[in-house]
């Protein structure tokens, strides 16, 4: 059975961001877009969160990606979380990229979310990932909960 325990996507009533399906939860794809502006995230100093602290003290020089993977896993662990889950109950993440050759950056971000060990990934080259042109990023998840 689907049961939905979140609110609709701020972004359209019609797009749900997350939803049970007995003990799994399966998120919708989500893009780094700020949703109370709407905009595109690309910038540490666009995050309001503690993310936005991630490029002080580093010597490598910031990647929209990285940006982008911070958005997207705060996004997304808000939505496991809401059903019941936590990211160490992801089972598999898909990872859609216009350049999987940046993989390793958006790879050191998801370890913020996940620790040492991330989940069984799929990462699916794609010419764009959102109707959002300047998004090269777009990640779903499914968790399994103790729960049905």
């Given at each position: 059975?689907?049961?939905?325990?979140?609110?609709?996507?701020?972004?359209?009533?019609?797009?749900?961001?997350?939803?049970?399906?007995?003990?799994?939860?399966?998120?919708?794809?989500?893009?780094?877009?700020?949703?109370?502006?709407?905009?595109?995230?690309?910038?540490?100093?666009?995050?309001?969160?503690?993310?936005?602290?991630?490029?002080?003290?580093?010597?490598?020089?910031?990647?929209?990606?990285?940006?982008?993977?911070?958005?997207?896993?705060?996004?997304?662990?808000?939505?496991?979380?809401?059903?019941?889950?936590?990211?160490?109950?992801?089972?598999?993440?898909?990872?859609?990229?216009?350049?999987?050759?940046?993989?390793?950056?958006?790879?050191?971000?998801?370890?913020?979310?996940?620790?040492?060990?991330?989940?069984?990934?799929?990462?699916?080259?794609?010419?764009?990932?959102?109707?959002?042109?300047?998004?090269t990023l777009e990640?779903?998840?499914?968790?399994?909960?103790?729960?049905?």
């Amino acid at each position: 059975r689907k049961e939905v325990r979140i609110d609709p996507h701020p972004l359209t009533g019609f797009y749900l961001s997350a939803v049970n399906a007995g003990p799994l939860v399966l998120t919708a794809g989500e893009v780094a877009i700020d949703t109370s502006v709407p905009r595109f995230l690309n910038r540490f100093d666009q995050i309001d969160d503690e993310g936005r602290s991630l490029p002080y003290g580093r010597i490598h020089e910031e990647k929209p990606i990285m940006v982008e993977s911070w958005h997207v896993y705060s996004r997304l662990k808000e939505y496991v979380e809401a059903s019941g889950a936590s990211m160490d109950d992801v089972v598999h993440q898909a990872v859609y990229m216009v350049n999987p050759d940046e993989y390793p950056a958006l790879e050191r971000i998801a370890t913020l979310f996940y620790g040492s060990r991330l989940p069984p990934t799929t990462v699916v080259p794609v010419l764009g990932a959102t109707p959002y042109r300047q998004a090269t990023l777009e990640i779903e998840v499914v968790a399994v909960t103790d729960g049905g």
